[in-house]
């Protein structure tokens, strides 16, 4: 039963920082207590196994990954196969986005002979939108500044290309604050993750 207690605290543990998350941070995902989370990786007791089943679907990894037994070298080839697989979910995503768009476009070409070339605009933003949405839950706080600030600005592109004719240059003016709350923002978190990264060292994690 040791065996089993350390196997799992030294997994979850393991998990918990390839995911960038602190403990209070996993113990909100779960719906518990981050004393829970710190007995559970000290190896002190074992989550049950519905809380095991809840855990992997947080770090999106089998079970097994956090009952059996892994190598350093396996650990390893399971981060990079889940960053791996993440990456080709994003990719694949975007692609779909663009497809709809060109088939939109196609349609509208034939059918109405209306040459909406800025509908391929519109695909930056919606690119934007959904990488944001696949890595809000993690601490990569440079690439969410990229992505929101990209889709900022491209939306703002997008508006002003449909309405041209009327050449609203003005509406650019929306971006200054946008963009300004977006520094803020990134600048809060990072201070925000280094005071996490602090305090984490002084406990021992």
């Known amino acids: 039963m040791e065996n089993v207690k350390a196997i799992v605290s030294q997994n979850i543990l393991r998990l918990r920082k390839e995911n960038n998350l602190t403990q209070a941070e996993l113990a909100r995902r779960i719906s518990y207590s981050d004393k829970a989370i710190s007995r559970w990786e000290a190896g ?23 009952t059996e037994a892994h190598t ?15 990456v080709l979910s994003q990719i694949f995503l975007c692609c779909e986005i663009w497809f709809i ?13 209306t040459n909406m070339w800025q509908l391929f605009v519109w695909s930056i933003p919606a690119c934007m939108l959904v990488l944001w949405m696949f890595n809000r839950k993690g601490d990569l706080n440079i690439l969410l500044f990229v992505y ?5 600005w491209s939306f703002i592109t997008c508006v002003y290309l449909h309405l041209a004719a009327a050449n609203p240059w003005y509406i650019y003016f929306i971006g200054v604050p946008s963009q300004g709350l977006l520094v803020i923002r990134y600048i809060f978190n990072y201070k925000q993750n280094l005071k996490r990264l ?4 002084r406990k021992g994690k």
């Open 148 to 152: 929101s600030s990209i889709f900022v």
């Open 44 to 66: 002190e007791v074992v989550p049950d196994l519905e809380t095991i089943y809840a855990l992997s679907e947080v770090f999106n990894v089998p079970v097994s990954h956090i």
């Open 101 to 113: 768009l060109t088939a939109l476009y196609v349609y509208l070409k034939l059918s109405r002979e």
């Open 198 to 201: 602090r305090i984490g060292k």
């Open 72 to 86: 350093e070298e396996s650990a390893e080839e399971n981060t990079r196969g889940n960053i791996g697989q993440k």
